[in-house]
């Protein structure tokens, strides 16, 4: 493996959820300590199982692990990091200030970005303390911090300006408010991480063209702000040998090949490696070593097909959308789980039936526009950009709001104009303008706002509303967004995941936060499915099964209403081919009604 | 030379970029206080986001938000007492308060709410 030669001080994995970061940092821990070396492993994985593989109970606190010499571990729960953080802010006016006051701070601070920072101040330390540089030769992460995080950290002027004067009062600082650690600590923090000499990054990507472009966006932005010694990792490639008695395996592993072969431009320069698929979960030290060494270490392949899962195809959940007439469809889910695919699934499905749809995708490649354009009868796609949009929405306030400004307080705006928020209104207003339309026909987005934007935006929006109650502007109703999204009439929320752990418990974080906006998601359904495939290869039927315990998860914990997709042969790309994804399989045909 | 504290609203930045419309006010508000401050005025800006510390060990501004709530703010102390509420002051008040020289009263030419101290618009 390229990526462990003379591996550096810092090693992070970064990638989205259930591509198996998690797995490979436990992997390149063993490997270096069994080198030789001291190292550190850090988990930041919400669903981290570290402590479980290696057999002893970790914390934020290092810990010693006993069956690998030279190994110590630890991990960071973002969301206890992010509530400690809280805490520190709130808990000094709890009962002071009203209790309506003291909610409405709290929903300020319960962003992903306060997630993502909280967790980042947790383990600045790791990449500054000397003792701790001296104590370990390597320190491996399963994690990296996003550009977001990085730029929030260099933010200009502001930034000192800050913690100089431990006033909040220069710019979007917000996230940063609470934090304790010292200005010269994070900028050796960002300087260590941008020293190709100190620190690698691995983008982990599994072999699809979605995955592939995920981590060719990420490569992008971490090296726009400095992250220059990046490696490609492809996890979990299907074996060639896996072909000779499955068609559908040989399909797969075709697919794979073709994906890694039209690698994006900016990946294909980056040294790159490939993981191969591995019947087994990571559970054990051995199953860790096996994961790098090629060997199949314990394998159990189920010895006969397995039961099928007893959940319906996604044209069940289209039946009942088309039966509304009209109607908002939003598919929302982590980067990475298929959201625009399923989105033109469903928009081509009800197109199909003669229905008047408009596909409206963030996909910046974009080639499902591509595709489908003038392709299908009655559909209308566009697309929302975020860059563009981000980009329109700049200059627009920069030619409307900043119009009467002096030069300096044209240079304030433009410095608040580039804080992340920036694009997520920008993208919402967008958003906005496409919802209208949903009154009459069907529109189906793969993008939406999270519960926290749309809790944020909403506060702005009563605020206006009772402003222009008071200036007795009444007679005209107000409709904001959030009432839209509230109401099951006119919106339908589907939550995509995949069958694998990460995924799962991000959906349901995703899930808790639109039921705090009120929003309650109609349908989960679950993408990229093995076991709907059925697959007769024996390394296909092994992962086939460990799905079958997150879909039960889904159904009992989470779900009002479920559809599973199977994992298809081809790209789905095309109309034929997407409404392959919402028809029933030929397997999945013949399994009974689900029991709930 | 007096001392200015303005009280805001939760707010993720002071240009106030973030709303689903950029509030005018806002970023008006934010370069009337940076040009203040330029000229040598003494300001402080306090985002209830970020500081709730300061609202809740304030009497004047703890009283003012257990009555009227977060909805009321901002809320403008002038040395220590209430010199507007309900929105931010233009240049003219600041300049007065704090007592910027050869600035003359801006009041009319910023074009205020309803210009002086204290909004009378509801």
Redesign the interface.
Known sequence: MLFIDAAPRFLFFTGKGGVGKTSLACATAVHLAEAGRRVLLVSTDPASNVGQVFGVSLSNQITTVATVPRLSALEIDPKAAAQGYRDR??G??RG???D???A??EE??SGACTTEIAAFDEFTSLLTDPALLTQFEHVVFDTAPTGHTIRLLQLPGAWSQFLDSG????????PL??LDKQRDQYRHAVEALSDPLRTRLMLVARAQRGSLAEVARTHGELLAIGFSRQFLVVNGVLPVSESANDPYAAAIHGREQRALAELPDSLALLPRDSVPLKPFNLVGVDAVRALLSGQDQGASVPASTPAPLAVPPLAILVDEIAADGHGLVMVMGKGGVGKTTLAAAIAVELAARGLPVHLTTSDPAAHLTQTLLGAVDGLLVSSIDPHAETERYRQH?LA???AG??A??RA??EE??R?P??EE?AV??AFSRIVREAGTSFVVMDTAPTGHTLL??D???A?HR?IAR?LGNSGRRFVTPMMQLQDPHQTKVIIVTLAETTPVLEAAGLQADLRRAGIEPWAWVVNQSLAAAAPASPLLRARAESERPLVETVVRQHASRIAVVPMLAEEPVGDERLRRLASPTPHVATLEAPSA | MSHIQIFDPALCCSAGVCGVEVDQALVSAATDVGWAQQRGAAIERFNLAQQPLAFALNPVVSGFLQRSGAEALPLVLVDGEVALAGRYPNRGELARWASLPGVTDLTVASGGCCGGSGCGCR
């Open positions: 802010i709130v000094p006016v002071l200030l009203p309506t006051v003291v409405g701070i300020q601070l006033k909040g009062d220069a710019s979007c600082l917000g408010a609470g306030v409307t709001r900043g400004l002096d300096e307080g304030l705006l608040d104009l804080s928020c920036t209104i919402f207003q944020l935006l506060a702005t929006g605020y009772e008071q």
